[in-house]
T-cell receptor, first 110, second 112 residues
Framework: KNEVEQSPQNLTAQEGEFITINCSYS?????LHWLQQHPGGGIVSLFM???GKKKHGRLIATINIQEKHSSLHITASHPRDSAVYIC????????????FGPGTRLSVLP | EAQVTQNPRYLITVTGKKLTVTCSQN?????MSWYRQDPGLGLRQIYY???????DKGDVPEGYKVSRKEKRNFPLILESPSPNQTSLYFC???FGVGETQYFGPGTRLLVL
């Protein structure tokens, strides 16, 4: 399934920069999730969104349901933010199971 | 501590030798799922379970079996592993389907 796309595929930033990762999807969804996968492999859920905007520390996630688009922003980026960020959607079309995007690999340099 | 545990974390085996990867959660979650992650293909769902004794196929179920006899456990069984099942496997759980999922630490499997 290519129903969830992310851009960019890879991103390198300097410490302190503002970062944006984008996710677009093709079907009506129940919710969109942002996940973080650290170099060691573990996966952590960051946000679950069905509308509007959520903020947690330096991370902000927004979603535009009409445009079928979400963004994950990282303010004042830090090397510890280096990870793969994965967008996933749950939708009635998929029995509410997750469909994952390909991930965005972020490297933040000191 | 709320967590999802998987065992083993690393496994090297040979073609055809049956193996089981265990998954257990202590959050009383109803929904559990198995995923595999491969370079260039991302995360793909193998099987999922809505509740005890209720399981269903995901996108890539061939070569795998699961069971859900107790709410906390959801083992993944490879009855005759093949090299194309070499992958990184994740178990995850949530209160309900589509809700925030909690992932296990992953199991790296190499089938020779």
């Amino acid at each position: 399934k290519n129903e969830v796309e992310q851009s960019p595929q890879n991103l390198t930033a300097q410490e302190g920069e503002f970062i944006t990762i984008n996710c677009s999807y093709s079907v009506g969804i129940s919710a969109l999730h942002w996940l973080q996968q650290h170099p060691g492999g573990g996966i952590v859920s960051l946000f679950m969104l069905s509308s509007g905007k959520k903020k947690h520390g330096r991370l902000i996630a927004t979603i535009n349901i009409q445009e079928k688009h979400s963004s994950l922003h990282i303010t004042a980026s830090h090397p510890r933010d280096s990870a793969v960020y994965i967008c996933a959607v749950s939708a009635r079309n998929y029995g509410q199971n997750f469909v994952f995007g390909p991930g965005t690999r972020l490297s933040v340099l000191p | 501590e709320a967590q999802v545990t998987q065992n083993p974390r690393y496994l090297i085996t040979v073609t055809g030798k049956k193996l089981t990867v265990t998954c257990s959660q202590n959050m009383n979650h109803e929904y559990m799922s198995w995923y595999r992650q491969d370079p260039g293909l991302g995360l793909r769902q193998i099987y999922y379970s809505m509740n005890v004794e209720v399981t269903d196929k995901g996108d890539v179920p061939e070569g795998y079996k699961v069971s859900r006899k107790e709410k906390r456990n959801f083992p993944l069984i490879l009855e005759s592993p093949s090299p194309n099942q070499t992958s990184l496997y994740f178990c995850a759980s949530s209160f309900g389907v589509g809700e925030t999922q909690y992932f296990g630490p992953g199991t790296r499997l190499l089938v020779l």
